[in-house]
Nanobody, 121 residues
Framework: QVRLLESGGGLVQAGGSLRLSCGASGTISSINTMGWYRQAPGNQRDLVATITSGGSTNYAESVKGRFTISRDNGKNTVYLEMNSLKPEDTAVYYC???????????????WGQGTQVTVSS
């Protein structure tokens, strides 16, 4: 079983910063891509940023230059540093991890429970 535990959300004023963390635990053999998605009320869940096991990153255009994704492979943890936050960044942020358990031959997609980020104007 793979479990994801997110932390770091909260309320911040526009222009402020937050750091999200997501740690994966369980019977994990290996992890490939890790990422963050977000979903605002009434909207679909959208990509924010991803990072591969080799460290290659990909960002949504709306967050480029403001958000930074990173990972600690030894801790099976992915981070999202969010700077210059805007009210339109308000959403529930979900961690996503591609992981293979010791009993699996393939990678499966796992989601965190979500953490609320609210940016006030």
């Amino acid at each position: 079983q793979v479990r994801l535990l997110e932390s770091g959300g909260g309320l911040v004023q526009a222009g402020g910063s937050l750091r999200l963390s997501c740690g994966a635990s369980g019977t994990i053999s290996s992890i490939n891509t890790m990422g963050w998605y977000r979903q605002a009320p009434g909207n679909q869940r959208d990509l924010v940023a991803t990072i591969t096991s080799g460290g290659s990153t990909n960002y949504a255009e709306s967050v480029k230059g403001r958000f930074t994704i990173s990972r600690d492979n030894g801790k099976n943890t992915v981070y999202l540093e969010m700077n210059s936050l805007k009210p339109e960044d308000t959403a529930v942020y979900y961690c996503n991890v591609g992981a293979r358990q010791y009993t699996d031959y393939t990678y499966r997609n796992y989601w965190g429970q979500g953490t609320q980020v609210t940016v006030s104007s």
